[in-house]
């Protein structure tokens, strides 16, 4: 059975970084693309990032992209946060994707098969 399992969450002035990492577990072959997404609070959950398989498609959203990485390696996906703003603080969940016949990252969440639990990520000001 699928199962992602995220860590690194945690409480951090603003400033700092942060590392998320998620492993993936259960049908490693069929997860093509890992991501993240959050959940601000009072917030319908968002896109953050995400990488296929084959590395040739990776997507971070605009307004984090100049202090988030995404990485990827096999059966686990990372994302360093770097430069922490209060306006981070969310949930962040780990989300998977199988193969749909197209290489490109999906933005969408309905575009995604499987997800974790979340993390909490909390931003003092």
């Known amino acids: 059975q699928a199962q992602l399992v995220e860590s690194g969450g945690g409480l951090v002035q603003a400033g700092g970084s942060l590392r998320l990492s998620c492993a993936a577990s259960?049908?490693?072959?069929?997860?093509?693309?890992l991501g993240w997404f959050r959940q601000l609070p009072g917030k319908e959950r968002e896109f953050v990032a995400a990488?296929?398989?084959?590395?040739?498609s990776t997507k971070v959203t605009e307004s984090v992209k100049d202090r988030f990485t995404i990485a990827r390696d096999n059966a686990k996906v990372y994302l360093q946060m770097n430069n922490l703003k209060p306006e981070d603080t969310a949930v962040y969940y780990c989300a998977a994707a199988t193969w749909r016949g197209v290489p490109a990252v999906g933005v969408e969440g309905r575009e995604y098969d499987y997800w974790g639990q979340g993390t909490q990520v909390t931003v003092s000001s």
């Open positions: 990488t296929n398989r084959a590395g040739d």
């Open positions: 259960g049908h490693i072959s069929s997860y093509y693309i």
